[in-house]
């Protein structure tokens, strides 16, 4: 079926189409958020993407330590504590503490400190012990305490981890080194072929192995007669990468945090989200009629959006105050279309103008309104996500999504959902043809009805 509307022939099975598909996007993205099952006949299982969405320390439950930086004078010093930084959550994530993170900062007494926060651990004292042994790691051709260091660890390697030998296929341990790494082991094992190499940690001799050939790459392997097992072989690759930390660290705070306390805060933030957001829903089908109904709609698209690439988004971790971000954004998202609305009423009250060419001049001059207050909101998470500590950062990071989906679901989803309400609203009968304005909560002002 069709109408004559503003010049333009409109087909309802169109808009039905339109409508349809937007539901069926809403039902199946609510339902792969929250639903678990295998897949197929293969070993894996598909889990709700909101259930994989990463969670921070508050949330989850874990450890956070904070290390004093002991100062040695060095001029370089600052360059080595961004590299402790770094070999630090190189080390954790090496070990399955993907969602750990290392952050610098300073104490009340000035003095600089590294925080270690890594969530949903279980056994908080291995993290603690994985952590808390910083070293420092030399490599000598002569086994005595004093003898000359070729290699040293936090000069020369960039990092250990554990790997397979590739003729036995047994666990080894795998070196790689920086540039200078690289031509000092360079050097070393050119003309030491066949001689051994002794490795110190924290100035005594953990092992000793054997140089097979010239290595000129940056990249070698530790093996053992018989092999390691893949425990031992773990233990020696952190050792080693323990001794690439560039400064000294010493434990100055320890919390452990329950997951109980996290469990309880996911549970109430979601209540009240859920609380906020059915009354936003009532309020703007209420107010604005249809045209309340289409922001509805729009938002519904906004929230499993939002949740979907909270999950998939690798930078994204899920604190308290990154809940704080989302549920902000959401307001943000329902202003925008109350400033659509408003203009849109605007233009038909003060104008001669059916409701189809009213709805997208409304568009029309809320963009700008729109992009500005939006633009310089996510000026403002940028600089937190820079700058910020890491709690911060969370609020920071999950607002940015949040404003850029907004902006999506306001100028796009609304309008592509309001554009196929009309020729549904459409009243064909000869004495009241066109739309019923009532539907949409708009009036004209007396003048303008005057001077048709």
Known sequence: MFYYYGGHLVSKKKSIIVLSLVAIVIILMAVFAVVDFPIGNSI???????KTIKLGLDMSGGVSAVFNVIE????????RIDGTVTSLQE???SKGYTEATVTRGTNSNGMNTIRVEVPDVDDPEAVLSLIGRPATLEFKLEDSDTAEAIIVGNEHLETAYVTTDDSSGAYAVGLKFNEAGTKAFSDMTSANVGKSTYIYINGERYTTVTINSAITTGSAII???GGYSFEEAKDFATRLQSGTFGVELQQAEVRSISPTLG?????????AGAIGIAIIFVFMAVVYRFVGLAADIALCVYIVLLLWF?????????TLPGIAGLLLSIGMAVDGNVVIFERIREEYRDTSKPIKTAVKTGFKRSIAAIIDGNVTTLIGAVVLWIVGSA?????????FIGIILSMFSSLVITRLVL???LPLTANLEKKHKGINEKLYGLKRNTTVEEGK
């Not at 709690?391 to 607002?399: D, E, R, S, W």
């Open 391 to 399: 709690t911060i950062q969370g609020f920071a990071v999950t607002l």
């Open 72 to 79: 040695d004078g060095h001029p370089d010093l600052d360059v």
């Open 310 to 318: 909270s999950s998939v988004l690798p930078w994204v971790q899920l």
């Open 223 to 225: 093996t053992s007669q």
């Open 263 to 271: 469990a309880n805060a996911v549970r109430n933030a979601l209540i």
């Open 419 to 421: 554009n196929a309400f």
């Open 44 to 50: 894996y299982d598909y889990h709700g993407y909101a």
């Open 91 to 93: 080390l954790l994530v």
